[in-house]
């Protein structure tokens, strides 16, 4: 156990649906981040939060739209995805955004039909 | 721009054998350099880390010392076990930047 949690663990969706994916951080971190893990692929920093703020999008398409209401909430909301969007989406969170150290999610396994 | 190397997977290995992982790295400011773990259904977890040069990180009975000169930071352990089988990823971030910058990933089989 991290301290951060991932919901859901699992989620198929068709190309059409609307979901969203959640992580909350129970360590009192300021800075949470959303990273996309696909297979043969270095993992991909998408959105970095600090203090609620949104401090770093890296050239995610709008697809993806990510909304953190308080330092301990992190959401990705998703709508018209791609098969290729299928990946493991990994949530952290560390104590400031240049701490050495971040803390992992179990992640969420997202398979787009 | 800055990036990390680690050496191609998978590795298996039998158990009880000497491990090397290797990571380079080019980076535009100073580095500290981490390797995390990643577990079978799990997320990532920071198994060490160095902040300078000649700095060795440990734990668990792993080792990595961050060598400048080579801009290198191998990991290594002197005897695995089947319960290290996983994804080694190998990352850095630059001091006062708030990215970390992974590696591919390796992934780890330990034979009994």
């Known amino acids: 156990e991290t301290g951060v949690t991932q919901t859901p663990r699992h989620l198929v969706m068709g190309m059409t649906n609307k979901k969203s994916l959640k992580c909350e951080q129970h360590l009192g971190h300021n800075a949470m981040y959303w990273y996309k893990q696909s297979a043969k692929k270095p993992l991909e920093l998408m959105f970095v939060y600090n203090f609620k703020e949104q401090t770093e999008n890296n050239s995610v398409p709008s697809r993806f739209s990510p909304e953190c209401p308080n330092s301990s909430h992190l959401f990705l909301h998703l709508h018209t995805l791609q098969p290729e969007d299928s990946a493991l989406y990994l949530c952290?969170?560390?104590?400031?955004?240049?701490?050495?150290?971040?803390?992992f999610g179990p992640g969420t396994r997202l398979t787009v039909l | 721009g800055d990036s990390v190397t680690q050496m191609e997977g998978p590795v298996t290995l039998s158990e009880e054998a000497f491990l090397t992982i290797n990571c380079t790295y080019t980076a535009t400011g100073y580095p500290s350099l981490f390797w995390y773990v990643q577990y079978p259904g799990e997320g990532l977890q920071l198994l060490l880390k160095a902040t300078k040069a000649d700095d060795k990180g440990s734990n668990k009975g792993f080792e990595a010392t961050y060598r400048k000169e080579t801009t290198s930071f191998h990991l290594e352990k002197g005897s695995v076990q089947v319960s290290d089988s996983a994804v080694y990823f190998c990352?850095?971030?630059?001091?006062?930047?708030?990215?970390?910058?992974f590696g591919q990933g390796t992934r780890l089989t330990i034979n009994p």
């Open positions: 990352a850095l971030i630059i001091q006062g930047a708030q990215k970390l910058v």
């Open positions: 952290a969170s560390s104590q400031e955004v240049d701490a050495h150290e971040q803390f």
